[in-house]
């Protein structure tokens, strides 16, 4: 008779810490293998910093200033909303780097998948496996990619997060999950705190009142969190005639962060998904006003607005077309 096989096995203390210690994807940032987060308000850079550091795994390319080293392989990115505009911020990646066809790149996913449905995340999972697999999977954006759920949840999130689990075993890779600061940006990420203890990773990217971005280690299970990993601007790439997209460019820290600016662009956001077809700029930022006074919040000036809407309009979040606002993504 054949003996069972045994799932659990007891190991000697020294003998398991005698073991190889964790690896990394970028050095001392984001792990080989686990869960990661990447969180930020609306308009900050979070899509920006990660399609960078999609970029930098996917070349092999050393990280930052200090120059992390980065452990090359293959990035899917599931680009769950703006699929033009991510299309642009790829062209100006590779003309601002100076890429070439056959240089590495990312691989690209545009449908949106519902991480609420089993069916649909398998045929997500299925087809980054068929294609070759994923040293790492990128979630843009946590919120549109789990429709029909809520975020305050934590069933919910606790349905989303088994999904990108399976996602992880099934690569033996890292998922790094793009989302949303709450009301209070200060509280860290929106939602149920289920997702910040199912994370290896938690990175908080913020905009300073200069225009400079910051991006932050809030958690890190194998490594030193609390620390500032890169700060980095925003620069403009042109095509012919025109603004094509903007990169990543990484610059020694100016700036601090302004949390009231990015309280009220996230508000202008919520406003805006209200309406699909756009809205008048007038009529946006009277709601805007209306809805932070019906919270106990102060009314925002008008300058305030202006500031922040055009902060959105050059982030590639919003555009404006004559005097009407539209929601790109986020």
């Known amino acids: 008779m054949t003996a069972p096989t045994q799932r659990f096995h007891v190991i000697n203390g020294r003998d398991f810490a005698s073991g190889p210690d964790p690896e990394w994807r970028i050095d001392g940032i984001l792990p080989e293998r686990g869960l990661a987060m990447i969180y930020g308000p609306s308009g900050c850079g ?6 960078d550091a999609a970029m930098t ?25 703006g699929a033009g505009g991510f299309r642009q911020r790829l062209r100006a ?16 996913i545009t449908a949106a998948p519902n991480l609420m449905d089993g069916g649909d995340s398998t ?32 069933k919910d999130m606790g349905i989303v997060l088994g999904h990108c689990r ?13 989302h949303h600061s709450g009301k209070d940006s200060e509280r860290g990420a929106r939602g149920s705190s289920a997702i910040r203890a199912a994370m290896d990773t938690e990175i908080e990217v913020t905009r300073g009142d200069g225009g400079q971005r910051a991006a932050r280690i809030t ?42 600016s990015s309280a009220i662009k996230d508000r202008i956001v919520e406003t805006l998904r209200a309406y699909p077809d756009g809205v008048a700029v007038d009529v946006l930022f009277m709601e805007v006003v209306s809805t932070r006074k019906s919270d106990g919040k102060s009314e925002p000036r008008r300058d305030n607005l202006k500031r922040s809407l055009l902060d959105l309009i050059q982030s590639g979040a919003v555009r404006q077309d004559a005097d009407r606002v539209h929601l790109l993504w986020e």
């Not at 795994?57 to 909303?81: F, H, M, P, T």
């Not at 068929?130 to 919120?143: E, L, Q, S």
Request: net charge neutral.
């Open 46 to 51: 979070k899509s920006f910093f990660a399609i």
């Open 57 to 81: 795994i996917a070349r092999g390319k050393s990280y930052g200033l200090n120059q992390r080293i980065v452990k090359q392989g293959r990035v899917v990115y599931v680009v769950a909303e």
């Open 93 to 108: 990646y590779d003309q601002h780097h100076r890429l070439h066809a056959s240089d590495p790149t990312v691989s690209v």
């Open 123 to 154: 045929l997500l999972r299925d087809a980054i496996v068929a294609a070759g697999g994923a040293d790492v999977v990128v979630i843009d954006t946590v919120h549109a990619s789990m429709a029909g759920g809520e975020e305050n949840s934590a």
């Open 166 to 178: 399976a996602i992880q075993e099934a690569t033996n890779g890292l998922v790094v999950l793009i």
């Open 219 to 260: 958690k890190q299970r194998d490594g030193e969190d609390g620390i500032t990993v890169t700060t980095f601007e925003l620069r403009p790439v042109f095509g012919t005639g025109s603004a094509l997209g903007a990169v990543v460019v990484h610059v020694e820290p100016t700036a601090v962060c302004n949390k009231r």
